[in-house]
């Protein structure tokens, strides 16, 4: 039969990216491109032992749950919270199916199709794709290392009236950048002055390279949850396991039991036995030390990439030194198609993403975003040679 296809899915373009990295699955390629944590670095006996601690107490893991997901793990969850300096109770915080379930939940309850969510630029590729299943018009705010540029926030506040603002303030995706405190003081004033809530999407925020530096979350700088303009997003999959699905939003508590209602329409509740399995986890194994020991060794993988490139002694490819998260952000020589390049280097066997498609408005295309956790040692040497072999056939022929 002939489907009748949404207008929303219809908008949805399957990317020209996305074809080609599929075609760099199962084979011989050395990949940059996913935003993958390092599998060996996986807590798998910890999670092993959490999973067999819920089997022993019985068959409840594998009932129905809350739809705000399982108490204990909230109650858990407030508390490494406010050790953040997050004040925040069980009933201001949902669990939801990683964060980026939060972030689609989120769009549901704040905005109708038509209005206009402001973004940094570049942003995080997935929202992008949230806010067009929810008919929002995206619009992107011009950034640098800092974060957004407040003149131009303020322009655009002013302008468009937003229903709200899309930020990952702390080792971003794809450009790695930390947001000034000014930057962030300055976003919470406009926010406040015109009324607009804060999406703050926090997934790498602990994966930082120096464990003494410390970078305020914008919940923690409002210091109120209920009333506040901030709405939290957090997530355990960079720092446990990306398959335990396990992500929460917090903020306001009128608006939090409104995306429970939203979460109920759309598939209940996340799964309680990965929500228990998260909760014993915490109960019985040091999280904050296995979160150290992957940030070193994202931070020495980070370096290792970074000498790599550094010796190719390329003059026009420059990047910001990440301070933690998982991705480094290539700038590649002006009139370089980092698309085009994508495809010379799957030939080679290495792949990365373009940055093209995490601009929002008129895209930088000689940009790109490389990985640094998936891969190491040998290996990562191998792709970074590969990479390097498409970039200098490439640069001969510019
Ligand atoms: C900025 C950002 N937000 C949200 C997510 C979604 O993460 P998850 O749903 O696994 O918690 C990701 C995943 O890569 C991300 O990079």
Request: glycine share 8%; hydrophobic share 40%; aromatic share 8%.
């Amino acid at each position: 039969m002939e489907y009748r296809i949404s207008e929303r899915i219809g908008q949805l373009h399957s990317s020209a990216v996305r074809d080609i990295l599929k075609l760099t699955q199962g084979n011989e390629i050395i990949s940059f491109a996913g935003g993958l944590p390092a599998e060996e670095l996986f807590p798998l006996e910890a999670v092993r032992d959490a999973a067999a601690r819920v089997f022993q107490k019985g068959s409840g893991s594998l009932q129905y749950g809350v739809t705000e997901g399982y108490l204990s793990l909230r109650e858990q969850l407030c508390t490494r919270m406010a050790v953040k300096g997050m004040k925040v109770e069980p009933e201001q915080m949902i669990l939801t199916t990683g964060s980026q379930q939060a972030l689609d939940l989120l769009a549901r309850v704040l905005t109708n199709p038509g209005d206009i969510v402001l973004v940094e630029n570049p942003t995080y590729l997935s929202s992008l794709q949230v806010f067009s299943m929810h008919g929002l018009t995206v619009i992107p705010v011009e950034s640098d290392k800092d974060g957004m540029i407040m003149e131009s926030l303020e322009a655009l506040l002013r302008q468009h009236r937003p229903a709200m603002i899309y930020v990952v303030p702390t080792f971003g995706n794809p450009t790695g950048r930390v947001w000034s405190l000014e930057r962030r003081q300055g976003l919470l004033a406009l926010s406040r002055q015109f009324g607009v809530p804060i999406l703050e999407d926090d997934p790498y925020g602990d994966i930082r390279f120096d464990p003494q530096a410390d970078y305020p979350t914008l919940y923690s700088l409002e210091g109120e949850a209920d009333g506040g303009t901030v709405f939290y997003m957090g997530s355990f999959s960079k720092t446990v396991a990306p398959a335990l699905r396990t992500g929460w939003a917090m903020g306001d508590r009128g608006i939090i039991g409104m995306l429970a209602k939203a979460k109920q329409a759309s598939d209940l509740h996340s799964s309680t036995l990965d929500q228990q399995t998260v909760s014993e986890l915490l109960t019985h194994f040091p999280l904050d030390d296995h979160i150290r020991k992957i940030s070193a060794a994202y931070g020495s993988r980070m370096r290792q990439m970074e000498q790599l490139l550094l010796q190719r002694n390329w003059q026009d490819l420059t990047w910001v030194q990440p301070q933690g998260g998982m991705f480094l952000w290539l700038e590649l020589p002006e009139g370089l198609d980092a698309e085009a390049l994508l495809r010379a280097a799957v030939t080679k066997g290495v792949a990365f993403v373009p940055g093209a498609p995490f601009f929002a408005g008129t895209p930088k295309r000689n940009t790109a975003r490389m990985n640094f956790t998936y891969t190491e040692g040998e290996r990562m040497r191998q792709g970074i040679e590969r990479f390097a072999e498409a970039v200098d056939e490439f640069l001969a022929r510019c």
